[in-house]
């Protein structure tokens, strides 16, 4: 049982619809994992991305991690009975040598890997992820399970901003999303103000919407504005101020009484340890963001979610960051509270699969072998000209 073969590719993703609107040069890797097993003649090939936000990290993978792949020894990659891939023993391959902290950029070189081989181990198994994660984990799930999602988005327009927003959010209504998410935190708190309103009148109320401050705020800035959104009882009010920066967050979390949303912004289990401990969170009320890929893949989300559960946090707190097909399997797989979609940022991962509708807020999990990056026709045409066919 080996990888043969591994390829990456960084590409750019827009945080806007519209790609020409500047949005910061984000980029991410697409990565292909060949494996020696072959299914109808062809060789199982997984796929996977470096999620959103953090950049593309071609280099660590090609010059640290990937190798380590392509040389270990068969056994170390596979499972018990020797006929599949077994992605925690490929973690661990992964992380050999690897010391504690510095995580980093290295924690997302090794989760977009990690997503990869999550796919090519589920194809082997001829089974979607979120069975094959299960099953894997000893868990029951449901047949064709629904996953509560929102709708991401709702970043500041260069023109027209309010009119923008107020469009997109309707969009999203449209859908069938009953809840989203916009940013806040750019520009003074009165024009944020218009925003929320802007947006929340497109839903049902402002406690179907979320507000992301993208870690903008300092110790006084974010006193102030959790004054001054307290009032709107928002579905909840995500990174606040810098992601270590645990005393202005256990302030905030002090006088705001509407949920707070964290995590996103921090790669580790012991970093999420360190929230739980100072950051003043309510597990009674507040939400955990992490991102899977970014916390160094599923084996390092497990550890997070098992940590943090075992100190009192409900499973149904946490809300997996990043938009993506992944963490629609991992949400039904581990019964978690919900997952991001991005209905029109960051293309070509944006929306569901093909065909995929939500319903009440509610939708399903590609139901094909893997993840199902073949059914995003978006997101398979991107990987397909990343890695053309030898």
């Given at each position: ?78 499972d018990d009975a020797g006929a599949n891939l077994d992605p925690l023993r490929a973690w661990v391959v992964m992380m050999t040598g690897e010391k ?83 940013k806040i935190g750019s520009d003074r708190l009165d024009q944020d103000r218009r925003r929320i309103e802007a947006a929340a009148a497109q839903l ?76 003043g969170l309510r597990c009674d009320r507040d939400v955990l963001v992490f991102d899977p890929v970014h916390c160094y893949g599923v084996p390092g ?90």
């Amino acid at each position: 049982m080996r990888i043969t073969n591994i390829r990456e590719r960084s590409i750019h993703v827009s945080r806007y619809e519209d790609p020409s609107i500047p949005s910061g040069g984000l980029t991410t890797s697409l990565l292909e994992v060949t494996t020696d097993v072959v299914l109808a003649g062809k060789p199982v090939v997984g796929f996977g991305y470096a999620s959103i936000g953090r950049f593309a990290q071609g280099g660590l993978i090609r010059e640290r991690f990937a190798p380590r792949l392509l040389n270990a020894p068969a056994d170390s990659l596979a499972d018990d009975a020797g006929a599949n891939l077994d992605p925690l023993r490929a973690w661990v391959v992964m992380m050999t040598g690897e010391k504690p902290g510095g995580h980093g950029e290295r924690c997302v070189a090794v989760g977009a890997l990690d997503m990869a081989i999550w796919d090519a181990a589920a194809k082997i198994a001829q089974l979607p992820l979120y069975r094959f994660l299960a099953d894997r984990l000893g868990r029951a799930v449901a047949d064709f399970p629904r996953v509560r999602v929102y709708a991401g988005g709702g970043y500041r327009y260069p023109h027209d901003d309010l009119a923008r927003l107020s469009d997109e959010i309707r969009r999203f209504a449209d859908l069938s999303y009953t809840h989203a998410k916009i940013k806040i935190g750019s520009d003074r708190l009165d024009q944020d103000r218009r925003r929320i309103e802007a947006a929340a009148a497109q839903l049902a109320d402002a406690g179907h919407l979320a507000v992301d401050a993208m870690n903008t705020y300092d110790a006084d800035t974010g006193r102030s504005a959790a004054a001054a959104l307290d009032a709107y009882g928002l579905w909840w009010f995500e990174d606040i101020c810098d992601p270590l920066d645990f005393a202005t967050q256990a302030s905030i979390a002090a006088i705001y009484d509407s949920p707070i949303a964290a995590g996103e912004a921090l790669f580790s289990q012991a970093e999420a340890r360190l929230l739980d401990l100072h950051g003043g969170l309510r597990c009674d009320r507040d939400v955990l963001v992490f991102d899977p890929v970014h916390c160094y893949g599923v084996p390092g989300y497990l550890r997070i979610v098992d940590t943090l559960s075992a100190n009192g946090w409900p499973r149904h707190a946490f809300w997996p960051h990043g938009g993506h097909l992944f963490s629609l399997h991992l949400v039904a797989a581990l019964g978690l509270g919900g997952a991001e979609v991005s209905p029109f940022a960051f293309q070509p991962f944006r929306g569901l699969a093909d065909g995929a509708r939500v319903e009440a807020g509610m939708a399903g999990v590609p139901e094909v072998p893997g993840i199902g990056f073949e059914t995003h026709r978006e997101a398979w045409q991107a990987f397909r000209e990343a890695f053309p066919s030898r």
